[in-house]
Nanobody, 132 residues
Framework: QVQLVESGGGSVQAGGSLRLSCAAS??????????MGWFRQAPGKEREGVAS???????RFADSVKGRFTVSVDNAKNTLYLQMNSLKPEDTAMYYC????????????????????????WGQGTQVTVSS
């Protein structure tokens, strides 16, 4: 099992910044071939992919956050980050991190990495609220 714990959420005004963290742990979390992602869900809306990063360093972003959000991972700390700048009220949501492990880089579904169904492990979420 892999455990994921998010932190860093909070309330900010529009134009502000937040950095979310996702700490990964667990007896089986030793794979060096992985895909990790950030998703969000606003009230009354479906969960949507925000950003992803894989062990090769490839990243993908939803169009709505391109140029404002960046994603990174610290492998030594087993921690995923989401830096969110120029926040907008429409970014308000519960943010979740997710992870999946693979036996080969060839198996990483990079093109489909913002699809929540590609992930087996999920955190509990951290709330982000952006006021206008």
């Amino acid at each position: 099992q892999v455990q994921l714990v998010e932190s860093g959420g909070g309330s900010v005004q529009a134009g502000g910044s937040l950095r979310l963290s996702c700490a990964a742990s667990g007896d089986t979390y030793r794979s060096s071939i992985y895909l990790m992602g950030w998703f969000r869900q606003a009230p009354g809306k479906e969960r949507e992919g925000v950003a992803s990063i894989d062990s090769i360093g490839r990243t993908r972003f939803a169009d709505s956050v391109k140029g404002r959000f960046t994603v990174s991972v610290d492998n030594a700390k087993n921690t995923l980050y989401l830096q969110m700048n120029s926040l907008k009220p429409e970014d308000t949501a519960m943010y979740y991190c997710a992870a999946e492990e693979y036996s080969s880089p060839l198996h990483i579904p990079y093109v489909d990495s913002l699809n929540q169904h590609k992930y087996a492990y999920w955190g509990q979420g951290t709330q982000v609220t952006v006021s206008s």
